[in-house]
């Protein structure tokens, strides 16, 4: 009998099917061995380029699309869609548009506002924030975002570098308005955001809005002609001195705004956003994160660790934003069911490897997403595969688009290290260098306002050949043997602290305004268990004068930004110097704060006491165990 077989013989495959089998798995094998990442680096790469195209698009069709056109439009298709969500208030896409409509009428009534005038808004996180950002700009002024930590002279400084026409201020900023007010050059008008004042020729808002039409103002005030213009000023101390209103442009926010979706973020995510909105990261990432994907925030006054995980489950959060020490605050705190909620995406940057892993652990399944990006920078990286520690990952397309580099560079003249043909010299991989970004018509970099000589020092030119030109980031960065790329450290006169950059001359100048300081060398020095570094002062005293704790606490407290406050103090007999004559902080900087190992007077910034107190042993234990609240 003839079996099945015979009757219905298998089909035989052709010779070369088994080989072809065998070298489509050879590749595979080949592929995830020498290009782990080559379809993660893909995805990303087709984003990236997909966005970049859909902005050709519109300036070959020539029109100019900016975020604000894209929320208006939201607000328009999906009107009655929560925008923001603060202390339980609900403010849809319509009630933030009309509101803003309010405040733009306000000021086109009552104020001689041209398109391309500065207003300057010194507000803390609220919705009138965003309602009288978004109002000015339909008005097409410029607004710029104060710093409301900053204090006195720098406040001042803030406001004479963006001249503005117009100065607006919260109802909880009053008292820093109070303190500048005598200061501020007459010809700013000063509006408040309540319904009565008690300050002579200062102009109240709150009410005039109660009264204003909801109707839009002529397109043309707000239409843009290029997408280069100027639209905001955020402030950064840079690597230097006084802070700087960096020049953010359409083009520039739009950037920014597409850094959720490129993470991943959906229309039916709801953002988390706890960081100050005068931030780049909280405004452009944030907000105008939300409006690129029609989603919805949850904008919180000030971050609260206790609050934090609370909030997320009350509104359902989807994605969160951080800083570094934003993580290790949270997980500080004690263990209360913190995977009990629906966070998945954790965007921003600064966060340590031991935290990060930590972070994970306590809280579940969270992609943190890690990215690089300076505030008036024309660079950004982006963590796509979720490497720990890595700030991002180049490759070769990758640098086709933001051609970048990282060269060396001299810690002792502070400076890159040129040949001697005078061209800098780039770093091997796994060594740190300076990391620069070429400029050119696809990457500009606009400055900072009022300030061209701050905007020259920016720049670096015939790096690698003549007529070439660098934005310095004023970052060292490292590049491993697989691409990724980490944070090192910041050159210059600068540090950072809870997520802020620290001018140290700007410090040094407010403590030499006592009578009793000769000079003062201000430095970072590491703390475990801390990012950044915290703020260490080495004084030299003026002949015959002694160290008046007091007064030196009074004086901090009262000129400086909290997070500027120099957290110890040494007292010297004699400023060392470099052979270039500038003050040596390197040996400074690694003799740390340790009363063993230094024979000079220390002292500790204790703000439970509210005083600088002698930094003893004892003292010094416990700020290294953590038992100390820095």
């Known amino acids: 009998m003839r079996g099945w077989d015979d009757l219905y013989p298998l089909p035989v495959p052709p010779s070369w099917v088994p080989g072809a089998a065998v070298g489509i798995l050879s590749l595979h094998f080949l592929q995830k061995l020498l290009f782990p990442y080559f379809w993660a680096d893909l995805r990303y790469l087709l984003k990236v380029f997909a966005y970049g195209l859909r902005v050709e698009m519109y300036r070959l069709q020539g029109r100019v699309v900016t975020v604000l056109d894209k929320f208006v439009k939201l607000a328009e298709k999906q009107p009655h869609k929560p925008f923001l969500i603060y202390e339980g208030t609900v403010h849809t896409y319509r009630d933030v548009d009309r509101r803003s409509n309010r405040i733009a009428q306000v000021f086109l009534q009552h104020e001689a506002l041209k398109k391309g005038d500065t207003v300057a808004l010194l507000m803390g996180n609220e919705p009138d924030f965003i309602h009288v950002w978004f109002g000015l700009a339909k008005l097409g002024c410029v607004v710029a975002f104060l710093n409301f930590n900053v204090r006195f002279r720098s406040l001042l400084h803030c406001v004479r570098s963006c001249e503005p026409k117009i100065l607006v201020v919260g109802a909880d900023l009053l008292g820093t308005l109070e303190e500048i007010l005598p200061k501020l050059q007459k010809d700013v008008s000063v509006w408040i955001m309540a319904k009565d004042s008690t300050f002579p020729s200062v102009h109240t808002l709150l009410d005039k809005i109660e009264t204003a039409s909801e109707d839009p103002v002529p397109v043309n005030r707000c239409s843009a002609n290029n997408l280069k213009s100027a639209v905001l000023y955020i402030f950064t101390s840079g690597t230097t001195g006084l802070p700087k209103a960096a020049v953010i442009s359409h083009l520039q926010i739009l950037k920014g705004a597409a850094g959720l979706w490129a993470f991943g973020a959906t229309s039916e995510d709801i953002v988390y956003i706890t960081l100050p909105l005068y931030h780049s990261a909280a405004s452009l990432l944030g907000i105008g994160g939300c409006i690129e994907l029609g989603a919805t925030c949850v904008l ?84 796509h595969t979720g490497k720990v520690g890595s700030v991002g990952r180049t490759n070769f397309f990758y640098k086709l688009f933001f051609p970048f580099d990282l060269i060396k560079y001299d810690f002792q003249k502070d400076e890159p290290i040129r040949n001697k043909h005078g061209w800098c010299e780039k770093v091997k991989k796994g060594e740190a260098g300076l990391l620069i970004s070429k400029v050119n018509a696809k990457n500009p970099f606009f400055g900072y306002a009022g300030n061209k000589r701050h905007t020259e020092k920016k720049l670096l030119c015939e790096v690698f050949k003549k007529g070439d030109l660098y934005f310095n980031t004023g970052d060292l960065m490292v590049q491993d043997h697989d691409n990724f790329l980490y944070f090192w450290d910041r050159i210059g006169d600068t540090f950072r602290w809870k997520g802020e950059n620290v001018a140290t001359t700007e410090v040094s100048d407010v403590i030499v305004m006592l009578d009793f300081i000769q000079e003062a060398n201000v430095y970072g020095v590491s703390v475990p268990g801390h990012e950044g570094k915290a703020g260490m002062a080495s004084l030299i005293l003026k002949h015959n004068a002694s160290l ?83």
């Open 300 to 383: 919180k006054k000030k971050f609260s660790a206790s609050q934090f995980w609370s909030d997320c489950r009350r509104y359902n959060v989807t994605v969160i934003q951080y800083i570094g020490e934003l993580c290790r605050y949270l997980c500080n705190q004690p263990v209360e069911g913190e995977k009990n909620h629906k966070v998945r995406l954790a965007v921003g940057n600064g966060v340590r490897n031991d935290v990060w892993r930590e972070f994970l652990d306590r809280f579940g399944a969270v992609k943190i997403c890690e990215f690089y990006g300076a505030t008036e920078g024309n660079i950004c990286f982006m963590n």
């Open 548 to 630: 008046d704790l007091e007064q030196m606490y009074k004086q901090v407290v009262t000129y400086l930004p909290s997070y500027a406050c120099p957290l110890f103090l040494r007292v010297q007999e004699k400023m060392e110097m470099t052979g270039t004559f500038k003050q040596q902080k390197f040996q400074l900087v690694d003799e740390g704060f340790n009363p063993s190992t230094i024979t000079d007077p220390l002292y500790f910034l204790d703000n439970s006491k509210k005083a600088y107190v002698l930094l003893t042993k004892e003292l010094h234990e416990m700020i290294l165990s953590g038992k100390m609240k820095l």
